[in-house]
């Protein structure tokens, strides 16, 4: 534990300075500032209150955003120190590389976690601020904020397998890019085709809900969309967040963390430094 | 009982055979100095020592652990070659990582800055300090909890004179009280006063493992006899004494160890014509040049 944590502090320290933590809390500062300016037109017509319908532009906006900062700060974390030539030394203390991943990881997800709360917290306050009904919404501010926590759990350990697959920075990146492009935006669409295609056939009902589950971002929307009506009717996908269990989204959510850490580990043990 | 033993050490990579059934071990106290080429498969038997990369064959024990394990990685300290640290942190920062690492009191980071001369600039990130001052906070951090085995590849490039003369006071200080040293370098004439043993590696093969004395001895290389004379007999004293003349007014000859004395006494002989005259006995470089192409190339 002790190892984990000095990891951990060493890490925390290197993001302060590469202004990585700066760069983070003003990206979502900024995006979360705009919704809540930007959003407040379509309140009256829906009868939500004004946070509900902040939330469902959050929870879209933290669906694309909070993936890629997760990514952009991890996959310097192996590749870096290959590069750098620091891992072989770290290897020969008596630590072990689980141990130096989970420290990274606990300084990124303090980092996320973070500028989620600065983002969704500025938010709220514009929200509430503009209208008193608004604190209905809070619950589920609270929800969109851990799970985005979660979802960035699951990039950053996606991020370092990445980061020791490639061994060297820059092809990290692209890695990292590349995968952003296909989950975030590739998927969905791919999806989105094969459903008109199929015109309400067998895959439309029996495989695109699982689809939808496997992968981590989809199923941190639907979870998020389904668990607050308010926020489902806002977003106006109310319907397709219906035809899914919210546990089952929940699960996913919750499960897709812990695999992505068990593969960013497995990926590092292959690291020959 | 050793610290390092080393048997049958075999490594072969896709087909490559880095290292080729090398047996040596390091006794307590015992700095031993590994010379070869680059490539030679210095550092990757530090690697293996260390337990960074598997061996395909032999074995390696460090009082009785396996390299790599828990117990070993707590026994060895280690200098890399061109030693790198992350530039964001400061020196402080670095060290205290690395005692924590090691289940070390960090407290005890500063003193072991001071101790290699790193004390002012301990609050300075490592980005700003020169490639000798990074090589001081390696050895800053080898030198964290008593090591048993210290690896050290190539510890003083980079460091000037003073910094390496302090370098190797430290070094026999940690060997005075039991670590077994294994460095390499390409600083004949340091490794040549500062260890007790040499150990010659040449395309993965152990060419030497003995004393530098015992060394000298078995390759019984020539003496080179160095005769200055005096201006204008360069010509004949060269005729005379059948040498080879280099200059103007040196003269050098080259004879195996029991001629030398029969050599001397026939300059001695020229009494009038010669201003002075030296011996040199092989040099490392040529004792290393010698070990190292036997059977070789």
Not at chain 1, 37 to 57: E, H, I, N, Q, Y
Not at chain 1, 91 to 115: C, D, M, N, Q, W
Not at chain 2, 88 to 95: C, D, P, S, W, Y
Request: hydrophobic share 50%; net charge positive; aromatic share 6%.
């Amino acid at each position: 534990m002790t190892r984990i944590l000095t990891a951990a502090g060493a890490e925390a320290r290197i993001a302060l300075r590469n202004r990585w933590v700066a760069i983070a809390v003003a990206m979502m500062a900024v995006f979360s500032m705009v919704l809540s300016a930007t959003g407040s037109a379509p309140t009256g017509a829906l009868g939500a209150d004004r946070l509900s319908v902040t939330v469902a532009s959050l929870t879209s906006l933290a669906v694309y955003l909070v993936p890629l900062v997760a990514l952009l700060m991890a996959f310097d974390a192996i590749a870096g120190e290959v590069e750098r030539g620091t891992l072989p030394l770290v290897l020969t203390y008596p630590v072990s590389r689980a141990e130096l991943i989970l420290g990274k990881f606990l300084a990124h997800l303090g980092v996320l976690a973070l500028a989620v709360a600065a983002g969704y917290g500025i938010a709220a306050a514009a929200a509430i601020w503009t209208d008193p009904r608004a604190q209905a919404g809070l619950p589920a501010l609270v929800r969109l904020g851990w799970t985005s926590v979660l979802l960035g759990a699951t990039f950053l350990g996606i991020g370092y397998a990445l980061s020791a697959l490639a061994r060297r920075p820059g092809a990290a990146a692209g890695l990292a890019i590349g995968l952003w492009l296909v989950l975030i935006v590739l998927y969905d669409l791919g999806l989105l085709a094969a459903v008109v295609a199929d015109g309400g056939g067998r895959f439309t009902t029996q495989v695109f809900p699982w689809l939808l589950l496997a992968n981590p971002a989809d199923a941190f929307r639907l979870y998020n969309l389904a668990a607050s009506e308010a926020t489902a009717a806002a977003a106006g996908i109310g319907g397709a967040a219906g035809t899914i269990s919210t546990s089952l989204a929940l699960a996913s959510v919750a499960l897709w963390p812990l695999l992505a850490l068990a593969l960013a580990i497995l990926a590092f043990r292959r690291v020959t430094p | 009982m050793t610290t390092l033993t080393i048997s049958h050490l075999t490594k072969r990579f896709d087909g490559v055979t880095a290292l080729q059934d090398v047996s040596f071990d390091v006794a307590p106290g015992e700095r031993v100095a590994l010379l070869g080429h680059n490539g030679a498969g210095k550092s990757t038997l530090m690697k293996i020592v260390l337990g960074l990369i598997p061996a395909t064959s032999g074995t390696v024990s460090l009082m009785g652990a396996v390299p790599g394990s828990r117990a070993a990685r707590s026994l060895a300290a280690y200098l890399p070659e061109n030693v790198a640290f992350h530039p964001a942190l400061t020196g402080l920062e670095q060290v205290r990582f690395y005692l924590r690492m090691q289940g070390e009191p960090p407290r005890e980071a500063l003193p072991l800055l001071e101790k290699v001369g790193l004390g002012h600039a301990a609050q300075r990130r490592i980005g700003t300090y020169s490639k000798g001052m990074r090589q001081r906070v390696g050895l800053a951090q080898a030198l964290i909890g008593r090591p048993r085995l210290m690896v050290l590849d190539e510890p003083t490039s980079g460091l000037d004179p003073v910094s390496r003369r302090d370098f190797y006071a430290i070094l026999d200080e940690l060997a005075g009280k039991g670590a077994a040293i294994l460095l390499s370098s390409h600083a004949l004439t340091e490794v040549e006063a500062r260890t007790d043993r040499i150990v010659i590696l040449s395309q993965g093969r152990l060419r030497a493992d003995d004393t530098l004395a015992n060394l000298r001895r078995k390759a019984a290389l020539p003496i080179r006899l160095q005769v200055t004379a005096r201006p204008d007999t360069a010509d004949s004293v060269a005729g005379r004494l059948s040498g080879a003349r280099r200059n103007g007014v040196t003269v050098d000859l080259i004879c195996p160890q029991e001629e030398k004395l029969a050599r001397l006494g026939q300059i001695a002989g020229l009494e009038g014509m010669i201003e002075d005259v030296e011996v040199l006995p092989p040099s490392l470089e040529d004792l290393y040049s010698h070990y190292s192409r036997r059977d070789g190339q």
